[in-house]
């Protein structure tokens, strides 16, 4: 009888632990991206575009840059993409970008793009470990997810959802500090 009591106070001990894990996962506020990453310079990432040419993330030094994380499976990222095309027309003059960094195949992004054309940058994310957003902070791997660069390649914000049209305005207006 003992044994069983063992197992079973083991058994309760472990799911109050797992559900106190996940409680305190689902209360984590979305736009917190690992503290050490605000702040810091971006790191130094290439990623290539859809015919294979590489870019360097850096290379966008001097303008504040959205990237924006999507997949063409992920419902949210594809109702975001209308109001980042209008953002991108609204605020590319001034100096800001949108860049849709896609975590998807090639093939089915060729195919949402044929179909959804955008007027922004597209480039393939990584998606083996660590993926490209992860090593931008989405430390819970969902999408859609945003990282706002300032225009001296460090690392202002990051949104995990859609974004909103004022969230998108507040990011990519011209700065008063020139940050």
Known sequence: MRGRDHWLILGLAVLAAALGGYAQHRHRP???PSPSLLGQALPPL????LDGRAHRLADYRGRRVLLNFWASWCAPCLREMPALAEAQAKFGEQGAIVVGIAMDEPLHVRAF?????????????????????LKLGNTRQVLPYSVLIGADGRILAAHAGPLSAGQ????????????
């Open 30 to 32: 979305l736009d917190t």
């Open 46 to 49: 290439v990623l290539s575009d």
């Open 113 to 133: 793009l044929a179909a959804h054309p955008v007027n922004y940058p597209i480039l393939m994310g990584e998606m083996g470990p660590p993926s490209t957003s």
């Open 168 to 179: 998108l305005t507040e990011w990519l207006a011209p700065a008063p500090s020139g940050r």
